[in-house]
């Protein structure tokens, strides 16, 4: 089955230094990758996507993330980051047909940004 | 804002009881996914619904059924509340059920079962 590991539980980072958030993955064949924001009380934001072609995906607000089909991960990166940027954020993968394509969602990376 | 509407947005209620929660999709979109996040169990995918027709379940409860009406919006019914039952609870919506197809979501119902 398809499921993703987001490693960190939290993450503290400094206004204006960079970010990167871990995700790994597990499944067979070529994933469909997302990484998703949640700010507190507030629903999902898409921030990126994967399907094929290009490994380093650019998205919204100024992240970035790289697919690594050798380390089968997909890494969410910001190179600085904004106080705003303080949020939950969710790595998931797309399921099969069987699922309806329904996203499975790693547990959450809590990040704080500290002035 | 997404253009998914879902109502309450915030309900709380008794044990053994049961309550509706409603979802609108974005104009056009056929799909609606139902999603609940708690604290324990994280995001899952409960049900999803495809021009009115069920085509995929979940970790969903025999105690929780949806249904998508004509007007493509999705009703989510979960009944003989339990105190585990509170959680938020979203709903997705796609143009089409596929894998490239992304979902956008609603900012969720908050329920708590007390």
């Known amino acids: 089955a398809q499921s993703v590991t987001q490693p960190d539980i939290h993450i503290t980072v400094s206004e204006g230094a960079s970010l990167e958030l871990r995700c790994n993955y597990s499944?067979?064949?070529?994933?469909?990758l997302f990484w998703y924001v949640q700010s507190p009380g507030q629903g999902l934001q898409l921030l990126l996507k994967?399907?094929?072609?290009?490994?380093l995906v650019q998205g919204i607000k100024g992240f970035e993330a790289e697919f690594k089909r050798s380390q089968s991960s997909f890494n969410l990166r910001k190179p600085s980051v904004h106080w705003s940027d303080a949020a939950e954020y969710f790595c998931a993968v797309g399921g099969g047909s069987n699922s309806g394509y329904a996203l499975n969602f790693g547990k959450g990376t809590s990040l704080l940004v500290t002035p | 804002d997404s253009g998914v509407t879902q109502t309450p947005k915030h309900l709380i209620t008794a044990t053994g009881q049961r309550v509706t929660l409603r979802c609108s999709p974005r104009s056009g979109d056929l799909s609606v996914y139902w999603y609940q996040q708690s604290l324990d169990q994280g995001l899952q995918f409960l049900i999803q619904?495809?021009?009115?027709?069920?085509?995929a379940k979940g970790n969903i409860l025999e105690r929780f059924s949806a249904q998508q009406f004509p007007d493509l919006h999705s009703e989510l019914n979960l009944s003989s509340l339990e105190l585990g039952d509170s959680a938020l609870y979203f709903c997705?919506?796609?143009?089409?059920?596929?894998?490239?197809?992304?979902?956008?979501f609603g900012p969720g119902t908050r329920l708590t079962v007390t």
């Open positions: 499944y067979g064949a070529t994933p469909y």
């Open positions: 994967y399907f094929s072609g290009d490994t």
């Open positions: 997705a919506s796609s143009v089409q059920t596929g894998p490239n197809y992304e979902q956008y």
């Open positions: 619904y495809y021009n009115g027709e069920e085509r």
